[in-house]
């Protein structure tokens, strides 16, 4: 079975990237006039996902077999590069983290997949858009199943195009491509803390080995101002990838692209890469508390700060859009007080629940004729009742009603801060908490209760097909089942989430007594209700465009951060641009360019001088020739 598992660790990315490689051939064909059918490339498209899903839960349960200590299984592909001490295989490893994740990044993957066949049916390159998402899901299986941060960057990397591509996907609008180009320069940014990360790494230990299991076994080698400068610089990258202060401003413009899109980057690929970084190097951050410190507070601060932005937002995907980034600050809270299995919990809650909530809004733009203005919606339960009921208990999960799985992920991280002693992390969360229920129903009661606000959109909606609507269903089934496998002790449940991650997570398990863990409890679900309530009183019975004023519109327009980087890094660049445009480069780059350009010029004319068009003048040229060559071998013979 081991051998099998082995096997399989090599095909799982392999067969969403065949089939991107596949449909990228097929595309090029069809451009030169062969046409495929579309449905040939929805079939290719989803087979390379649910295969990959399949061969997921085969690797899963051969190491749910193994013994505690023994569940680890690394593939070892072949020899990637080899300079000095620096020894890199092509690797692939299985341990209980990664197992997990790649469990349900298929899964949901699939499900995006199968959603796009009906949401992307009229696009004129339905074929670039499902090889892009092949490629997009196969990178995200390597940065997953990588053994090594070095294997974990090509993925890390390749996510980071596949965003740009797909998010600049209907580039015939300048602001689309515009919202590519902010998502790949800010991620680029955070990757340079990563790969600084990696160089002071192998610095220090990488003689003893660049896999994850040589590096948790010489972690105690580093110094600890060196362990400290590593994670800090991890974390940068992480900020990049999951869009938490300072460089989430990209993941709201990230909307540009198609809905499927949306969803798989806030749900099954991307977001969730720092958050699953910052896990897999718990070795490294457990030495150093301080760096897990930082980590904490600025994802507690990003939930709060997206939170708020949530509030006021009136495109159906941004408000969603925040919520991601507000939920990936609790996820790193999590991380960063070291509940790695409580922030990986909220990282499988949040992918059925937020890829639930994206498909769902993607139905409503699809049958609002890709209208995403909520103040334009209203009255659409009506409508679209499998959309409305499914997305009602996204929301709830997202939302943290019990007994939905969101409720006891984001209490588990919850819990974690406030028994560790981070009271006002515990705090913030709980604010955060109640500002949650209240966008989340905000958006809920203004798309779909009251009376439509645009009445001849409304008359035309209709629930979308099949294709669409039973992924719907099988992800509320997720949204509202996922949080009983890690149900507390308190409630009589055995924690299988953090019991399956114990040996790939060192975990800090808080304690604390039942009646502290009910009033952190009771506190959640009282932030929830308020929420909730306010969202009801004002939402509920129908509502009007607001008009923002104060704090209002200082929220609805994002605290002006975007133009803030503008100011400070944008125009500054782009004037000293404009200077080295002006001199520098025709003077300096063109120089050598220009010389050789003048030198054959020269040499050009010197020639010209003697190509005069007239034939005695050649017949001279001829006889002096003769006279010389006839000197010349004169010369020779005596």
């Keep these: 079975m081991e051998q099998t598992a082995h096997f399989y660790l090599g095909l799982i990315p392999l067969m969403p990237l065949i089939g991107a490689v596949l449909i990228g051939l097929m595309h090029v064909t069809t451009c030169r ?52 001490e620096l020894n890199i295989s092509m690797g692939f490893m299985a341990d209980p983290l990664s197992s997990l994740m790649i469990l349900f990044v298929t899964f949901i993957g699939s499900l995006i997949h199968i959603y796009s066949i009906g949401y992307m049916a009229d696009d004129k390159t339905y074929a670039k858009f499902f090889g892009y998402m092949n490629l997009f899901l196969g990178s995200m299986l390597i940065l997953v199943l990588g053994d090594g941060p070095v294997v974990m960057f090509v993925g890390w990397e390749g996510v980071g195009l596949c965003s740009y591509l797909l998010i600049s996907y209907y580039n015939e609008d300048s602001s689309n491509v515009l919202a590519g180009n902010k998502a790949f320069i800010v991620n680029r940014i955070g990757d340079l803390g990563f790969v600084l990360g990696m160089a002071f790494l192998f610095w220090a230990i990488g003689a003893q080995g660049f896999d994850y299991i040589s590096l948790k076994a010489n972690a105690h080698l580093l110094p600890q101002a060196t362990a400290m400068l590593v994670c800090l610089l991890l974390f940068v990258g992480a900020t990049g990838k999951s869009a938490q202060i300072p460089l989430y401003v990209w993941l709201p413009d990230a909307m540009a692209g198609p809905t499927p899109v949306s969803a798989l980057i806030h749900a099954a690929t991307m ?125 709830l999960a997202l939302s943290g009603c019990p007994p939905f799985s969101g409720f006891f992920s984001k209490d588990e991280i919850l819990f974690s801060a406030f028994a560790s002693g981070h009271k006002a992390i515990w705090a913030i969360g709980v604010l955060v908490a109640g500002m949650t229920a209240y966008y989340t129903f905000r958006m809920i009661f203004v798309v779909f209760h009251g009376e439509p606000h645009s009445k001849s959109s409304y008359d035309h909606a209709h629930e979308p097909p099949p294709v669409m609507t039973v992924p719907l269903v099988l992800l509320a089934i997720g949204a509202l089942l996922a949080g009983f496998f890690n149900l507390p002790e308190l409630f009589g449940g055995h924690q299988m989430v953090s019991s399956w991650l114990e040996p790939s997570v060192l975990d800090h398990h808080a304690h604390a007594e039942a009646s502290t863990e009910w009033m952190v409890m009771g506190s959640s679900v009282l932030a929830f209700v308020i929420g909730f309530s306010i969202a009801y009183v004002k939402f509920a019975k129908g509502a009007q465009l607001p ?77 002096i020739g003769l006279s010389l060559i006839s000197l010349l071998i004169s010369q020779t013979l005596n």
């Design 33 to 84: 006039g062969h046409r495929f059918p579309d449905k040939l490339y929805a079939v290719l498209a989803c087979i390379g996902p649910v295969l990959a899903c399949i061969m997921a839960f085969q690797v899963f349960t051969i190491l749910k077999t193994l013994p505690v200590e023994h569940r680890i299984l690394v593939h070892k592909v072949f020899t990637w590069f080899s300079v000095g």
């Design 271 to 395: 977001v969730t890469a720092g958050v699953y970084m910052v896990a897999r190097f718990s070795f490294l951050y457990v030495t150093v508390p301080d760096a897990g410190e930082i980590v904490a507070w600025i994802g507690i601060l990003t939930a709060l700060v997206s939170a708020i932005y949530g509030m006021f937002q009136d495109d159906i995907k941004k408000v969603l859009a925040y919520s991601t980034v507000s939920q990936l600050g609790y996820m790193f809270a999590g991380v960063g007080v070291a509940a790695y299995s409580a922030g990986i919990f909220h990282v499988f809650t949040h992918a059925f629940f937020k890829a639930l909530l994206f498909l769902g809004a993607g139905s409503v733009i699809y049958a609002m004729h890709h209208e995403q203005n909520i103040w334009k919606m209203g009255g659409l339960k009506k409508k679209l009742p499998v959309t409305y009921l499914t997305m009602l208990v996204g929301a």
């Design 547 to 623: 008009v923002f004023t104060g704090f209002a519109k200082f929220a609805y327009n994002k605290f002006y951060i975007d133009e803030l980087y503008d100011m400070l890094f944008v125009q500054p660049y782009k004037s000293i641009g404009a200077i080295i445009w002006k001199d520098f480069d025709p003077n300096v780059t063109d120089g050598p360019r220009k010389a050789i350009s003048w030198l054959y010029g020269a040499i050009g004319d010197a020639f010209r001088l003697v190509q005069t068009g007239y034939v005695r003048v050649y017949a001279i040229y001829m006889v």
